[in-house]
């Protein structure tokens, strides 16, 4: 990868990688425009202040944008979000593997020997 690429990934992800970044973006996946105050509930536990921040840091990079209805994806939102969509398949397969690996395997129990025949007398 050339410099220039590395710059363009390392400059996406310090975008998303700002808090509540990508549960906006996720917020917004449907299609459908989101108010302020509804994205704010679907995104869930974000201050004003920081919700205010996320949007405009996202409207400058043109992944999110404003209109009469509320904030909706880009078409550049909606192709990283579609890019991102193989991260689902791959969360949903890692935290499987995740709750085989922390779940103790069942062990079979060991039936005891036989008892051994008694001696005969001498």
């Known amino acids: ?4 690429e590395n710059a363009a990934v390392s400059q996406l992800l310090a975008l ?10 996720w917020a917004l996946r ?4 989101q108010t302020f105050r509804l994205l ?6 974000i201050t004003p202040n920081t919700l205010n921040t996320r949007i405009k840091e996202l409207r400058e990079a043109g992944i999110v944008s404003h209109g009469s209805e509320g904030y909706s994806l880009t078409p ?3 192709d990283l979000l579609k890019r991102l969509s193989d991260l689902q398949a791959f969360a ?4 499987l593997n995740q709750v085989r690996k922390n779940t103790p395997v069942p062990v079979k129990p060991v039936a005891p020997p036989p008892p051994e025949a008694p001696l005969a007398p001498r």
């Open 16 to 25: 998303l990688e700002a808090r509540y970044a990508l549960r906006v973006l």
């Open 76 to 78: 550049s939102g909606q």
């Open 40 to 45: 704010q509930d679907s995104v869930g536990n």
């Open 1 to 4: 990868m050339s410099s220039k």
């Open 92 to 95: 949903v397969k890692w935290q």
């Open 30 to 33: 449907d299609g459908h425009a």
